[in-house]
C-alpha cells in the first residue's frame, strides 16, 4: 500500500527537500505541498491523504493549528517537523493530536520511518523531543493534582499496561508483566479505547498528567 502524505512549510527549499526524499521511497507518494497551513489544510481535505508533514512556524495558519483541524476533521495523521526543541510546541503539537514531532535536523532514514510508523498507526517521537516532555512532567510541569477519575475504569493490569509510557514496546511490556505479546496489544488497545485517547503519545501525556507514571530514568 502507499502512503499518501501532504508536505508542508513555508521556505520552498526545505519544502522541497523532504518531498524529494519521501517521493524516492516506492511505498510513498507526496501528493501534494503547501505553502502555509492554511493550504495543508485545504490539500488534506480535497485529497485525503494518509500523513501530513507539518512545519510549526508558517504564515497564516501555523502548523499546530492546521494540525488541530486536520484531526478534527479526518483521518489523516501528523507529524510536526521544527527547528525549535521546546516544551511549549511539544506539548501543544501533541494535545493538536500530532502522532509524530521531528526536529528538522532529522536524518533522510528517520524521516522516512517516520512517516511509515505514523501511517501504520503508530506514534513517534524524536528522542530529545521525548526526554523534553518526560522531563516537563517529572519536573512538576502541567499535570492534575489529583489522580483522574477516568483511571478509575481500567483494569490493574490495564494500569500496568501504561508502562508504555516509559516507552516500552509491547515485546518490553511482555517480558516484565510475564504475558505475551497478543495479550500486551490487547490491553494497549483496551487502554487506548477506555480512556478515549488516540494512541500511545497520548498515553504518554495522560499518564504524567494523572501521576500514574513519576519521575523516573526516560526510556522514550
Known sequence: MTVRVVVADDQELVRSGFAMILDAQPDIEVVAEAGDGAEAVEAVRRLSPDVALLDIRMPRTDGIEACRTICAESGCRTVML????????VYEALHAGASGFLLKDVRRDDLVHAVRVVAAGDSLLAPSVAR???EQYTAGGPRRAAPDPRL??????ERETLLLARGLSNAEIAAELVVSDHTVKTHVGNV???LGLRDRIQAVICAYETGLVTAGPPRL
Open 152 to 157: 478509575d475504569v481500567l483494569t490493574a493490569r
Open 82 to 89: 521544527t527547528t525549535f526543541d521546546t516544551d511549549a510546541y
Open 132 to 134: 523534553r516532555l518526560v
Open 192 to 194: 487506548l479505547a477506555k
